[in-house]
């Protein structure tokens, strides 16, 4: 919602109600990319404030879960190995931003080209 009101007003107040479609996706992409930023870092902030316990509460929890649904012998044997390489994968600050990232500026990007595409129509809003 944030990137189709920055764009609209990006598009009202800045180009005199006209805009086309892709200087609607650069405005709309230039919200997605500082929202996600503002994500990851508040995400970092989280695990820090955590102690970074995040992976192992989620680790512990889900081979719980395994364990509840009956899963045993070399089935767990390799959900425990997977987790494991999870952990280690997470341990690493650069995998563990970019993961961080993936996770929400795809929706971002689908939002700016569906803002671009619906706000390039001046009477649309």
């Not at 892709?22 to 919200?31: D, E, M, S, Y």
């Not at 649904?69 to 999870?86: D, F, L, Q, R």
């Not at 690493?92 to 939002?111: A, Q, S």
Request: aromatic share 12%; charged share 15%.
């Amino acid at each position: 919602m944030a990137i189709l009101v920055g764009v609209k007003q990006h598009r009202d107040q800045a180009l005199g109600g006209v805009i086309r479609f892709r200087t609607a996706l650069a405005v709309g992409l230039g919200i997605a990319f500082v929202a996600s930023l503002a994500y990851v870092a508040v995400w970092e902030a989280y695990l820090a404030a955590t102690h970074y316990a995040f992976m192992g509460q989620y680790i512990d929890q889900t081979l719980a879960a395994k364990r509840a649904a009956g899963v045993s012998g070399e089935t767990y044997a390799k959900a425990v190995a997977k987790m494991e390489t999870m952990r280690s994968q997470y341990a690493n600050p650069l995998y563990r931003l970019g993961i961080t990232f993936m996770e929400i500026f795809p929706v971002g990007l689908l939002i700016a080209l569906v803002s671009a595409s619906l706000l390039r129509n001046p009477k649309f809003l």
